[in-house]
Nanobody, 115 residues
């Protein structure tokens, strides 16, 4: 079992920055990789960024060059640094990991980009 808790969301103006954190606990030694997803009102949840055990990363085209995913050793915390934020980045952001057939999600943190 793995528990994920996100934090760091809030209200920010267009062009601003936020850093989200995802704290993992439980069987974190089993985690092969982690990802950030987001879900805007009325839309499907979408992958934002992912990081693998070897440190390799991938990003959605819409955030590439603006967002950076990183992690602490042993997967204790995964970060999402979000720069040059746009109103279309407004969503609930979730962290996620998949271990075998099990899918783990945090409760989400709201990010609102508005002037």
């Amino acid at each position: 079992q793995v528990q994920l808790v996100e934090s760091g969301g809030g209200l920010v103006q267009p062009g601003g920055s936020l850093r989200l954190s995802c704290a993992a606990s439980g069987s974190i030694f089993s985690i092969p990789g982690m990802a950030w997803y987001r879900q805007a009102a009325g839309k499907q949840r979408e992958l934002v960024a992912a990081i693998a055990g070897d440190g390799s990363t991938n990003y959605a085209l819409s955030v590439k060059g603006r967002f950076i995913i990183s992690r602490e050793i042993a997967w204790k915390v995964v970060y999402l640094q979000m720069n040059s934020l746009k109103p279309e980045d407004t969503a609930v952001y979730y962290c996620n990991t998949k271990i075998g057939h099990d899918d783990y999600w945090g409760q989400g943190t709201q990010v609102t980009v508005s002037s």
